[in-house]
């Protein structure tokens, strides 16, 4: 999708579940658009014509929390959105609204190909262009260190936080576990600390405080 060799038109289907749980399988997908729009001046998807299908359930504390998600980076990213999204809610039944959907949008298929055809030659060169891949680094305001490791690149950032309250929850004699709370400057949203990142604490204590 993000292969700018073309102008490209996509329908994308998207569930959620639970508190605005993204699929398995688009885990991948999902952790590109948090990098990408990480670059406010990003546009890797100004070559995409979209629009977005949420599947979901109104039963669940975030409805439609992923589709309306994806809809939103993918429009920061420079998409061009050529209907609105749809959304079915499981709940009320999801055919009430798939069934017009699925009525409707071959005619809207057709249009937007008209549509696409009748660009101009510079807006298609225009959304055609590659921008250079940006560093994150600069716009969250964190120490960061890149290493290379084996053909891979490890990123390291450092954030300063305040230990506001801490709660033993283990104590077994041999070891002490305490559950702390830890307030940073700013919010550390999943753009800036992705899925699956391992996250580790450095206490700036004096060695005779922590013996």
């Known amino acids: 999708m993000a292969d700018k060799t073309g102008l490209k038109i996509v329908l994308v289907i998207c569930s959620s579940t639970g508190d605005g749980e993204s699929p398995e399988n688009s885990l991948e997908f999902f952790r590109y658009l948090r990098r990408e729009t990480a670059n406010e001046t990003s546009t890797a998807l100004s070559h995409l014509f979209y629009t977005v299908v949420g599947l979901g359930s109104s039963d669940y504390s975030k409805y439609q929390g992923a589709p309306r998600y994806l809809d939103e980076r993918v429009g920061m990213l420079g998409a061009t959105k050529f209907m609105e999204r749809t959304e079915a809610d499981e709940a009320t039944s999801l055919e009430l609204v798939i069934e017009p ?108 405080d922590v013996d």
């Open 101 to 208: 959907f699925l009525e409707s949008i071959a005619a809207k298929l057709v249009d937007q190909v008209k549509a696409v055809k009748a660009i101009t030659a510079e807006l298609r060169q225009a959304k055609l262009e590659v921008q250079p891949q940006s560093e994150v680094s600069a716009k969250i305001g964190s120490d960061q260190n890149t290493q290379e490791l084996e053909g891979a690149t490890l990123v390291t950032k450092t954030f300063t936080g305040t230990v506001t309250d801490c709660v033993k929850i283990v104590d077994s004699g041999d070891k002490e576990i305490f559950e702390c709370t830890v307030v940073f400057p700013r919010k550390l949203t999943s753009e800036i600390i992705d899925v699956g990142a391992s996250v580790g604490v450095l206490p700036e204590n004096l060695v005779q």
